[in-house]
């Protein structure tokens, strides 16, 4: 069964993702802030909109796909936003990562507009993006996340539903911190090794073997040897990802000592100018500070 | 081909692994502090000695499992050692995990002597020494681990050569290192999801689909979700093992400030008298710090 969608936000995600729909024979309405992304959509089948509002009126679904939680609150609550244009009964899914707290505050305004909302942040990347192969962590309500899962199907691989309205984004949040506390112990590993001369690759060799196995030095092992840092996942947006699991922390009452030190480090390495580098320059921080040379 | 092995220390891990070396045929000469140990291997056909000295004596091959670097200077080079009874060519393997600079030192001594040394610290714990599937990080020249290779291929299954003497207990330090950072960070994971009321188990299966995915996540996933800390791997051992990489990251000047955080931790949990509990009890630090009641 095929669904009328109103896609908004077409970024380096929320482009691949929009044209996946499409090529599943979804009928599209796009709205992106610039025009360019729209054009290339318009190109695929999609019908452009000169609103969010616009995006969502004829839609059973909306899919929002943003930045950070100003501006996805702006475009699903603010004037000419989605609640204005929306059906009653019509499905949001804001696929961004933003704060639990503010994802829990859009699932009010929506229902107190006859609508329902699912928070659905992913990982995987622009890759997973392309491929349809996203993990995705659901916040909301049974009945939404049945109705949701034929797009689910076709934007991603893993696909659960972890709890209520934020629950999605509280498990996106943890996502964000093991990834950057993964990368921050193979990087002090592989410092410690380099300074007592012994080869890297060795170390993820003999590691890979047993219980210090971990996706991200498998994934990231040709960034840390090679010392090539093309994003991938660029520093400014883990940074964004780390200040939001701090708030969270801030706001359900979780003291997360380890997570603090490795946001401080990420943080380092975004204001050293780095910030559009990949996540695992977070090596080259800790090299600095035991006087590697790169 | 079989060898004549002098096998000293049949601890939890000892035991088994001289078992296993006697079920493939190698001749066993046994040595340990207290007799109870050598008794049950006599039964399975070694041959028991008197010292350290004496259970070099006879053997082509001595292998050491102690638990830390005084007690295996102390038993290579102390009075009544190996080294005064090891024939001239023996080749020691010490199995131990203890300080690279002790390594260092005790290869040299061995060399005095007219002996190969190895540093070949495993992981994998007690099943894995069982079962014979340890993965082991080998240190020393190429010769000697060439000698080594198929008392190695009984004992375990991963075996990488990852550089000159001292280089196995450096990457020994390292993988103790990225578990202690691992189990920490799927802790506070959980601590954050807990207080936000999303169900433990779910985040874990969310987390194990992408970039965060880590075998501690699988392997622990029952003593985190269960709150079962009977050990597998105990705390007082992880502490050791930390100290010697803080030890190693000041002899070879790394700083290590996520591993300084999680030792810290880990000293907390050692100091709280759960010292004998398995490492992933972590969890139960880092709960405390939030308040969260177990």
Redesign the interface.
Known sequence: MTASVGFIGLGIMGRPMAANLLAAGHELTVFNRSPGPMRALEEQGARPAQSAEEAAASADVVITMLPDSPQVTEVVAGPGGVLEGARSGALLIDMSTIS?VAAVELWERARGAGCELLDAPV??GDVGAREGTL?I?VGGEADAVRRARPLFDVLG??I?????P??GQ??K???Q???A??I???G??????S?????PA??L???G????????ME?KRDNFLEREFTPGFKVDLHCKDLGI?QA??RD????????A??TE?MQALRLSGRGDQDHSALLTV?EG???VQA
Do not use: F, I
């Not at 002090?188 to 090794?193: D, K, M, N, P, S």
């Not at 300074?195 to 080869?199: E, F, Q, S």
């Not at 073997?209 to 991200?216: D, Q, T």
């Open positions: 639990p990982s995987g993990s962590m691989q893993t659960v539903h972890v709890g209520g934020g629950a509280v498990v949040a943890c996502n911190m093991v990834v506390l993964n921050g112990a193979v002090e590993a592989l410092v410690l090794a300074k007592a001369g012994v080869d060795l170390v060799d003999a590691l073997g047993g219980l210090a196995a971990n996706r991200v994934v699991a969270a922390a359900y009452g979780a003291s997360l000592p380890l997570t030190t490795v480090l800790l500070l035991s006087g």
